[in-house]
């Protein structure tokens, strides 16, 4: 487990919205009946909750382009960091174009990824540890190597900050307890303070270990007993829907390699033709936005 300052990114989730339902979403989308959008006036706190944090502030999802607000959302973040230091997060979806110039002006990092790519995997994030992994010490080295914690980044949603944006999200769809108070300077937590978040969540998470992915495309989530019992009480749309498979295939007896795209910097650009913009690699390894210009 990383200190939250180790992070390269914090995210704020503006909202569980998407205009996709890929398999094992890490935002869980699709089990929830009515998605959130986060109000103006929790940016804003989440925004200067931020303030002395020395890296890059990420716009997220879902798809943050949905967000009745986005115009305001961004410039209010630009008014407080210069673009370098804001990231956005999206799949650029065909109705919002209008906003291209708007995320040249703001964005100095985005990350695209509209899963348009084939061979695209995600880990059944709803396979419970607790359930596929019987050995207590076993499953706390998983959790505490967790490649998502010790890669990805820490987030803030309408209900609070967490360590984890997977944390997150299963505090939003489950309904649980929210996060920490989004308070000044509260990302300088380290892995001491993560121990309740985790005996919360992690537990119940299966990004830790060696599972059988599903490629996105299928729009089916692989879930254990405990989560789906969970969800069904909870009225999940897609399980409703029938959109899951219940998971007994066990863990892997060797790692396999997924989704190598991040370096595929044509599908990179592809997704930014859509809105009439090339990508540039930028000093902090993320790609930069900029309007094609007319010759």
């Not at 999802?61 to 410039?75: A, D, N, T």
């Not at 964005?107 to 994030?125: C, F, K, M, Q, R």
């Not at 998983?142 to 914690?149: F, G, K, L, R, S």
């Amino acid at each position: 487990m990383r200190p939250l300052l180790d992070m390269d990114t914090i995210q704020i989730e503006i909202t569980n919205a998407c205009v996709l339902q890929c398999s094992n979403c890490t935002r869980l989308v699709g089990h929830h009946k009515q998605p959130f959008f986060m109000d103006m006036d929790f940016f804003k706190k989440a925004v200067d909750s931020l303030i002395n944090f020395p890296k890059m502030i990420g716009i997220m999802g879902g798809e943050p382009l949905l967000h009745p607000h986005f115009k305001e959302i961004s410039l209010y973040l630009h008014s407080k960091f210069p673009r370098e230091r804001c990231g956005l997060w999206s799949t650029f979806p065909k109705s919002k174009k209008h906003y291209a110039p708007l995320i040249a002006e703001v964005y100095g990092n985005v990350l695209l990824n509209d899963h348009s790519t084939e061979g695209l995997n995600h880990a059944p994030i709803l396979v419970s540890g607790k359930e596929c992994i019987r050995d207590d010490f076993l499953m706390w080295y998983y959790i505490d190597h967790c490649w998502i914690q010790n890669s990805w980044s820490a987030s803030i949603t309408p209900k609070g900050a967490f360590f984890c944006e997977v944390a997150a999200a299963f505090d939003m769809v489950f309904n649980n307890s929210g996060g920490w108070p989004v308070e000044l300077d509260w990302w300088k937590k380290t892995p001491k303070d993560y121990t309740e978040q985790m005996e919360r969540f992690c537990v119940n998470c299966g990004v830790p270990y060696p599972l059988h992915g599903r490629t996105d495309s299928e729009g089916v989530d692989d879930i254990s007993y405990s989560n789906f019992k969970k969800l069904k009480e909870l009225g999940s749309p897609k399980i409703n829907k029938g959109r899951y498979h219940l998971y007994a295939e066990g863990l892997l007896t060797e790692s396999v390699q997924y989704n190598n795209f991040r370096n595929d910097y044509d599908y990179f650009n592809r997704i930014a033709a859509k809105y009439d913009m090339h990508l540039k690699q930028n000093k902090r390894g993320y790609l930069q936005p900029f309007l094609k210009r007319p010759c």
